[in-house]
């Protein structure tokens, strides 16, 4: 059966064929729908893991088992989940265990730019990359054969343009695995990584890649040789063989679908019958470094192709034209003038309980250690209110370290700020650090009860599966008391007078304290439930009143927009504009209504 499906929908459907009983994930964007998805087939186990590392250890658990399992993350996850990946390749597996591994180049919702190739070298596991949908479907059930046929972990790279690309599939049905169930403990010598099992299996592991590269050579489908024009031969990879592919149909490609370890004689074979080697690559140089250690001249690639942020066909063919056919690109180029379009900064959605908070923390010129998140957007003027953020759970260890170096005269006003899906993915153990060290920093939980930015997944604290079944939930003030907190509050983010007087209560103390927001679910979650939790629908600025002082414009609600019309109040005041209020996106939170001095911002009759 044909269907249209997204790259991550065809990934999971993949698995699905390849008969996984098991799937996890923490959500983060491109790679969040894969398990969503997954979930969708009563066959199968999924869950919202705690982090990235929990996830590939449930897996590898499953594994052991004698059933099949996939794991999902972004780039940075990989991150996460190296530790026990990097012994896993020791061990081994039992029932296939896939690795999806989803990259973000231009970094359209991360944090960095990182080329997940380079695990699978550091690592010495073998690395799949699909080009299209039917290749994710295809390669996903490949890699859990050869995951059990090699005794390994397999990756599956994907990037933002496979993973949310929808294009033709054609399905399968099912196929059980036949392994048998149950764990041995006959295989603790394979299992168990200390050092006198360890040495015989790194020695097992160069075994399996001489296998694994004469698998590249002779059996696996996505390396797919393409002889047209010898004049230039093209090796490439993923989307960017598609690009190129585009541009330049009747030229020679070589298109490796395995991109670890490499087919290298069919490679060496390739460049030998063209006259000139062109790699095309996303990112890092990673296909050419390996193919010019090789020997193998490389006329052209990252000296003509960026290694900075995602390539386009415009792009490509703006690099390549010239090298490739001898003619400078002519295609037009679609452009918009500077002033065609209005800025649009990415912005925190209208009532979000993020806003106040950081109003607040700026109105009293705390120095905020961020995290990872919705907001992250707080960075942006005129909140301007985050001024470090790293990774998952940095920002309680970056305050509780500054507090070191500064001493708690000098650290003054210095708080951690991390949102709850982060806080128990990676926060609790540098809380635990800074108090049982004797720290006295400030961590702020925002507890909006879902991992919101990735797209509203359910985590330990929504009392909520991934099915949606009800489950225990946790509560953030007896983790802080459990770890040694002393000082835990909560408040309610909308009442600024409220949140300013406990953030300057907090501040102040000579020992680690923990302030959780209450009554702030995301705002879009609200939006599906009865609006019990803000009494008015919408506020309205009484234009004949409003001064025009923008002070309600610094809490960045789009909601908010400005009118520069000058004129006078009712008083005589003279203004240069005035404030207004969208009823369609105001969703009555009143907090610019308490940052308007002069009460020109009242509720809106309904």
Known sequence: ???ILQGNEAIARGAWEAGVTVGCAYPGTPSSEIMSELARYPEIYTEWSTNEKVSLEVAFGASLAGGRALVAMKHVGLNVAADPLMTMA???VKGGLVVVVADDPGQHSSQNEQDSRHWTRFGKLPMLEPADSQECRDFTRVAFDMSERFDTPVLIRSETRVSHS???????????????KGLSRADAPKQVMVPAYARLRRVEIDRRLEKLEAYAEEEFPGNVTEFGDLSVGIIASGVSYLYAKELFPGYSFLKLGMVWPLPRKRIADFC??????IVVEELDPFLETEIRAMGIKVRHGKDLIPSIGELTPAILEGALAKAVTGKKSRAPRPRALAGDLPGRPPNLCAGCSHRPLFYALKKLG?????????????VAPPLAAMHVSTCMGASVGGAYGAGKVLGREGLGKVCAVLGDSTFLHGGIAPLMDAVYNRGYSTTIILDNRITAMTGQQDHPG???TIRGEEAPMVDYAEIARAVGVRHVRHVDPYNIGETLAVLGEEL?????????????PCILLRRA????????PHYRVQQESCRGCRACLNVACPAISWRPEPGTTAEGVKRKGTADINFEQCVGCGVCGQVCAFESIVPKES
């Open 1 to 3: 059966m044909k269907k």
């Open 508 to 520: 102040e103390r000579d020992d680690a304290s923990v302030i959780i927001t209450r009554n702030s």
């Open 366 to 378: 705390v120095f905020v250690f961020g995290d990872i998140g919705c907001y992250t957007l707080s």
């Open 529 to 536: 439930r009865p609006r019990e939790r803000f009494p008015h």
């Open 462 to 464: 929504t009392g909520r």
């Open 272 to 277: 030998r019958k063209v006259k000139k080697v």
């Open 166 to 180: 929808d294009s033709p599939v054609e399905t399968g049905e099912r196929i059980e695995s036949t392994l048998p």
């Open 90 to 92: 020791y061990t081994g």
